[in-house]
């Protein structure tokens, strides 16, 4: 089964607003990576945050991780229409770092 | 840099069909990943190589799935005999040597397969 479970499921907003995704997962792990796939493509990978680690930006990209609750969050800012695509988080675990759980993935749509 | 590399796009066979599914990774990149990625389960994981051996094949469905690693520069799935059920997109993902990056994975375009 899945390690990452994400919310919402689907996530409709204006170009503009800002976009929030959840993903929880189960066991301990190394590392968090969120990756996004636009329709008919294949998965690209966005950021990484270390389990160490509680905040990361990059460009219009924020992550936070709470390892204590097992939780992951992607912001993302000031939204374009081109950010519509799936996001998925995929997580290691500390005994093997080789294999990535995907989670079930957001579905975000940003309308002009 | 091509990227991660996958023929055919689109495959339709017919079941009982053997469907011969084919990779190249990135240049210089050491371990290889399939996945199977469906509406119903998701992406799931199903063997992954590192420098050409298969370490884990405990997503491999059953055996009428087999991977190959002839080389760094090519990876085969094999699907023999094929079922409508093992309709799904094939993901090949590639991965630099561990310690160059925080094990990013660099995703193909995948190939979509339907079984009739």
């Known amino acids: 089964s899945q390690q990452g479970e994400e919310d919402p499921q689907a996530l409709s907003i204006q170009e503009g607003e800002n976009a929030t995704m959840n993903c929880s997962y189960k066991?301990?792990?190394?590392?968090l990576q969120w990756y996004r796939q636009n329709s008919g493509r294949g998965l690209v990978h966005l950021i990484l945050?270390?389990?160490?680690?509680r905040e990361k930006h990059s460009g219009r990209l924020r992550v936070t991780l709470d390892t204590s609750k097992k939780s992951s969050s992607l912001l993302i800012t000031a939204s374009r229409a081109a950010d519509t695509a799936s996001y998925f988080c995929?997580?290691?675990?500390?005994?093997?770092?080789?294999?990535?759980?995907f989670g079930t993935g957001t579905r975000l749509q940003v309308f002009p | 840099d091509a990227g991660v590399i996958q023929s055919p796009r689109h495959e339709v066979t017919e079941m009982g069909q053997e469907v011969t599914l084919r990779c190249k990774p990135i240049?210089?990149?050491?371990?290889l990943f399939w996945y199977r990625q469906t509406m119903m389960r998701g992406l799931e994981l199903l063997i992954y190589?590192?420098?050409?051996?298969?370490?884990?094949d405990s997503g491999m469905p059953e055996d009428r799935f087999s991977a190959k690693m002839p080389n760094a520069s090519f990876s085969t799935l094999k699907i023999q005999p094929s079922e409508p059920r093992d309709s799904a997109v094939y993901f090949c993902?590639?991965?630099?040597?561990?310690?160059?990056?925080?094990?990013?994975?660099?995703f193909g375009p995948g190939t979509r397969l339907t079984v009739l």
């Open positions: 993902a590639s991965r630099p040597p561990q310690g160059t990056t925080y094990n990013e994975q660099f």
């Open positions: 066991t301990s792990i190394n590392n």
């Open positions: 945050i270390r389990s160490n680690e």
């Open positions: 995929a997580t290691d675990g500390r005994e093997n770092t080789d294999k990535l759980i």
């Open positions: 240049s210089g990149h050491n371990s």
């Open positions: 190589f590192n420098n050409n051996v298969p370490i884990d």
